[in-house]
């Protein structure tokens, strides 16, 4: 799964999600109510609740009709609902005007470059968004181009970790991936020098941090960790402490039944895996059956040892067209296990072939490696 952010919206990619961070003094937490209402939208997106999310939205815009916030719990909305919104040319241009207005609004009410520590997260979190937009449709230089835009006030923010929680996510987010995203993608280098260096582990401890101690961010940071270690670190163990959170909150939520599910195979925990896949294999829509026809054909190669059942739910999921988001490192593990079965086989040539078109598709560093090492 290339899933969340190979990206380099290491901070503001985290898409602060949704008012990720209001400061002490930020406006709408003198409303209590209201504040409420927008952590229920979140959570009813969270779970696939849309209409009754819409309802809570609609609320907060009835008592704040020109706050950025509208526009943000609209944007959010949208990602979910039309998952991957990235693909969907219609909404993905109505998302990013919807972007556009949360920073007009920002502007409005604000005023230009303002440091009010509301004006800063919605700008982060709009900019976030689009960033994270840009570099899975692979425009790696625009996703950078968002990046700097919101540098003055993703800077800002670093300096507001330690009286809000919430900022543990953003500031972690941006010491791990500043030193990662240029490491993944060398064409972006050039212009890492503008940047403040990071520290990968301490990025580590705090986005932990957050998901601990946040209460609007502890989702989004256990999901980035999560892929952190899957993808970067190589750590599945460590991403399923992650990954269990987020299945327990939201068990309705299938992206999240996913990455739990990938976790628990990528950790050996099959008997566990294969009680998640029944849910997963009642989603015969999208890039669904990608996923669990490739976890399944792992389940039948690494615990029932048939190789020929695990070579046609392989096969079966390079069927299916994938995204750049979720499931572009499903067709990798497919590749992968092809080419270990077609070794086993004692056909060296199509292994080599398999895994070329692995390498083609790698993100998870493990993977990458072991396609490098075959001979």
């Given at each position: ?253 299938p992206i999240y039944k996913m990455m739990h599910t990938e976790a628990l ?111």
């Amino acid at each position: 799964m290339k899933k969340y952010l190979s990206a380099f919206v290491f901070t503001l990619l985290c898409f602060v999600q949704v008012l990720a961070v209001f400061p002490a003094r930020a406006q709408l937490l003198d409303d209590p109510a209201t504040i409420k209402q927008v952590q229920e939208a979140i959570d009813h997106i969270y779970s696939y609740e849309f209409e009754e999310a819409q309802v809570a939205s609609q609320q907060v815009r009835a008592k704040y009709p020109n706050h950025p916030v509208t526009h943000l719990l609209r944007a959010f909305q949208m990602y979910w609902q039309y998952l991957p919104i990235q693909d969907n040319k219609a909404k993905s241009a109505e998302y990013i005007r919807t972007l556009n207005q949360c920073l007009a609004a920002v502007e409005k009410q604000y005023g230009k470059d303002s440091k009010n520590p509301e004006a800063v997260f919605f700008t982060l979190a709009a900019r976030g968004y689009m960033a994270v937009m840009y570099n899975y449709q692979r425009e790696f230089l625009k996703a950078v181009g968002e990046a700097q835009k919101a540098y003055n006030a993703l800077t800002t923010s670093l300096k507001l970790t330690e009286k809000n929680p919430e900022f543990y996510f953003t500031t972690g987010m941006y010491n791990y991936y500043v030193v990662t995203y240029p490491e993944d993608n060398p064409i972006v280098k050039p212009v890492m020098i503008f940047f403040k260096n990071g520290d990968k582990a301490l990025g580590l401890k705090q986005i932990d941090i957050a998901t601990q101690r946040g209460v609007i961010t502890r989702a989004e940071a256990c999901s980035y960790l999560a892929h952190i270690y899957l993808e970067h670190e190589s750590q599945p163990q460590r991403a399923l402490v992650y990954t269990r959170k987020l299945a327990g909150w939201y068990p309705q939520n299938p992206i999240y039944k996913m990455m739990h599910t990938e976790a628990l195979l990528l950790s050996g925990r099959y008997a566990e895996a294969e009680k998640e896949l029944p849910a997963l294999r009642k989603r015969t829509d999208g890039f669904y059956p990608i996923a669990w026809r490739t976890f399944q054909g792992i389940l039948y190669e690494k615990d029932d040892r048939n190789d020929a059942l695990a070579q046609r739910e392989y096969l079966a999921a390079l069927q299916v067209p994938h995204d750049e988001q979720y499931t572009r490192e499903y067709h990798a593990m497919a590749y992968a296990g092809l080419a270990r079965i077609a070794h086993r086989a004692g056909n060296k040539a199509q292994a080599k072939a398999y895994y070329k078109k692995c390498l083609e598709k790698a993100e998870y560093k493990i993977l990458i490696k072991e396609a490098k090492a075959y001979k």
